[in-house]
């Protein structure tokens, strides 16, 4: 069980620090996997910070160059070289925002596999395409154009557009048939297994539920991240989930 916490472009180094105060007298279970996605800039200071908790650490975007002439970007090696070993890849604000697209997704991921980095690639569907019912293609080809020609260990985020920071979720249906469809697609291609993220207005309330769905290995937390009492809810939520499921 993997929970991402993305904090996006949020918190200081006096929220960082007070976060960090409470995960310092929390009892970690090592049935969930935790790793937390800190603005670029606060990578290192959180790194200090957590070094004997067990938390990962990942970047939010890398290039798919070592180094060069790319201003404001960030290089997988350096994400490494600051203790980050997860990077996420093709988020949606990504894909609308800086216009990246799923050729470009791919040879970023294809650049972190090689500098040991672990990608979560993020695909989803808009609202238009889910209510026209070509969610299921439309991940499909987001999955083969963004999939890397080989790699050890693969995870994507299910995360539709439509219910990212909205407190809108996929019906439990949905929810099933996409994880299952990605996995599919996956092998069918790689001959490979992935995990598959669930992510999109996951907090509290909704996190049990979710868990509970076939094929959901874990999810990507935005705006719940945030705040250190919510993000312990869902934390303990997942602990208790697998304990109730004897996982
Ligand atoms: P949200 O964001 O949990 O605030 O909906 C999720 C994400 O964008 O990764």
């Not at 894909?95 to 690639?121: D, V």
């Amino acid at each position: 069980m993997f929970i991402a916490a993305n904090w996006k472009m949020n918190l200081n180094k006096k929220s960082i620090k007070s976060f960090v105060e409470h995960l310092k007298i929390y009892k970690f279970s090592k049935n969930v996997q935790l790793c937390i996605f800190p603005p670029t800039i606060y990578i290192d200071f959180l790194s200090k910070l957590i070094k004997n908790i067990p938390i990962s650490i990942g970047g939010q975007n890398c290039h798919h160059q070592s180094f060069g002439a790319f201003t404001g970007e960030i290089s997988a090696i350096s994400l490494k070289e600051f203790g980050c070993d997860y990077v996420i890849l093709g988020h949606s604000e990504r894909r609308i925002y800086n216009k990246e697209t799923n050729e470009y997704i791919k040879k970023c991921a294809q650049f972190g596999i090689k500098s040991s980095l672990r990608p979560i690639i993020c695909v989803g569907e808009n609202l238009d395409q889910r209510e026209n019912g070509k969610a299921i293609d439309f991940i499909e080809k987001q999955i083969t154009d963004c999939l890397p020609e080989d790699f050890n260990e693969l995870t994507i985020a299910y995360e539709p557009i439509w219910s990212i920071g909205t407190g809108k979720i996929p019906l439990q249906s949905e929810i099933r048939e996409m994880h299952k469809n990605i996995k599919d697609i996956v092998f069918s291609k790689s001959k490979k297994n992935v995990k598959v993220l669930y992510g999109g207005s996951v907090n509290e309330q909704n996190i049990q539920e979710i868990l509970s769905i076939n094929n959901v290995d874990g999810v990507l937390v935005g705006g719940a991240s945030l705040k250190i009492k919510d993000f312990l809810a869902i934390y303990g939520s997942a602990v208790k989930h697998l304990k109730n499921y004897n996982i």
